[in-house]
């Protein structure tokens, strides 16, 4: 009797889903609960990272402005820690990197009580999160100015429309106009267009970066402005002096000093303007002893590289550093040099300067090198049809203005990668 009942219930299916899904619920509940636990934590560990990474650029722009990172640190936590759980660690290392300046390396940790695995777990669980950020040099820019102060750094003014084919960057510290853009005119092409403050909108760039690094002058104490033991001439007494030919109407000049001429109320402050002869450089370094590159917009020097002044660096020093006129009318072409103390260097004024600078020319015009105006304005002026090749400009402050436009061609220079900056950014 007890064989056959027994029998009998086993093979009775009736029941069988309720003991299956009996016995596969605390594989159910296990499963929901740890997807939730999943769930939380990876919530927890992305805000945790969040924090982490903002913790670690802040305190590399802190060691930057020569103040505390574990400060910065902290007070970046303060505000960014989105966790709503105490840190249980907080480690903030300084480390080297290769290829990368002031890197430092925030780490973090956290113990948050997960709703299913606290049942089982005596402790709650940690959550860490590791950063390291330092800066790097990044991008190409060849227009660079160097004024730190809360007025625009770089202006845009007028119809002008430049290609820069690189980037620009201000160091302005204003929060409303680091670079201050006149009307909706103009159109800049540079990429990118960057300021330690707030970049307003610019037409023609697709990518403006505000609130990057202050950057550090890029030339500073590399090149020497001091005459030492030349004896200065003016131009008459080099020409004079030299016995130097015209061949195809120009006058051959060599490298040396030369000083202001004096002869005319226009031509005072002046080195090579003269009233009827194109000149010619060779190559080497000239040195204008308080005197200006002064071309304006007579078309009466033709300053010739094609065939004679290849490597030509001029130098504005002297007790009162002169500056650069080149007119809209006249025709410059330049080229520095490729090797030498100067490599790259076209315009060099003295830091002593006080007066601004006047670039401008007309569509045969070329430079190649760099205009170095470290403590002074540069107007880079486009009237007429301004053709600019390989030009690179730091200044204090620089002026881009006109009413046509600006072609900067960045290949086949002497130095064809313009100047990379300082960024701050996450490296690990």
């Keep these: 009797m007890l064989g056959r009942a027994f029998k009998r219930l086993w093979n009775d299916k009736r029941g069988t889903a309720l003991v299956i899904v009996g016995a596969t619920l605390p594989l159910v509940v296990g499963s929901v609960g740890l997807g939730t636990d999943t769930v939380q934590w990876a919530l927890s560990k992305r805000q945790l990272q969040r924090a982490a990474d903002s913790a670690s650029m802040a305190g590399v722009y802190a ?165 030492g033991s030349m004896t200065c001439m003016s131009l008459t007494q080099q020409i004079t002096a030299a016995n130097l030919i015209t061949p195809a109407g120009y006058t051959v000049i060599n490298p040396g000093c030369y000083q202001r001429q004096g002869n005319g109320s226009n031509i005072q402050n002046a080195a090579f303007r003269t009233s009827s002869q194109k000149l010619a450089l060779n190559p080497g370094t000239y040195y204008l002893d308080s005197a200006d590159f002064d071309i304006g917009s007579l078309s009466d020097i033709i300053v010739n590289s094609t065939n004679l002044a290849e490597g030509v660096t001029i130098i504005l020093t002297g007790s009162t550093p002169g500056s ?79 009413n046509s436009a600006i072609q900067n061609n960045t290949t086949g220079c002497i130095d064809p990668n313009p100047e990379s900056v300082d960024r701050v950014r996450l490296v690990a």
Excluded at 352 to 365: E, M, W
């Design 63 to 227: 060691i930057v402005d020569g103040k505390s990172s574990s400060t910065a640190v902290d007070n970046d936590l303060a505000t960014n820690d989105h966790t709503g759980v105490t840190l249980t660690s907080k480690t903030v290392t300084p480390v080297t990197m290769s290829g990368y300046t002031n890197a430092l390396t925030v780490s973090l940790s956290l113990q948050r009580s997960l709703p299913f695995s606290s049942m089982f777990m005596k402790t709650a669980a940690t959550i860490s999160a590791t950063a390291t950020a330092a800066v790097s040099k990044e991008g190409n820019y060849c227009v660079i100015a160097l004024n730190n102060t809360t007025a625009p750094s770089i202006v845009i003014n007028g119809s002008i429309t430049v290609n820069m084919g690189c980037g620009m960057i201000s160091n302005s510290t204003s929060t409303t106009e680091a670079i201050s853009v006149s009307g909706n005119a103009h159109i800049v092409n540079a990429t990118p267009i960057a300021a330690v403050g707030l970049v307003p909108s610019v037409n023609g760039t697709n990518e403006e970066l505000s609130y990057q690094l202050k950057q550090s002058d890029p030339y500073e104490g590399k090149y020497s402005t001091d005459i």
């Design 324 to 402: 650069v006129i080149i007119g809209s009318n006249a025709e410059v072409k330049l080229r520095a040099p490729s090797t030498g103390p100067y490599s790259k260097m076209l315009f060099i004024q003295k830091a002593g300067a006080t007066g601004g600078s006047l670039i401008s020319g007309n569509a045969n015009s070329t430079f190649d090198g760099t205009f170095y105006f470290p403590r002074t304005t540069v107007d880079y002026n486009g009237t007429g049809a301004s053709t600019f090749q390989c030009a690179m400009i730091v200044g204090y402050i620089v002026n881009i203005s006109g």
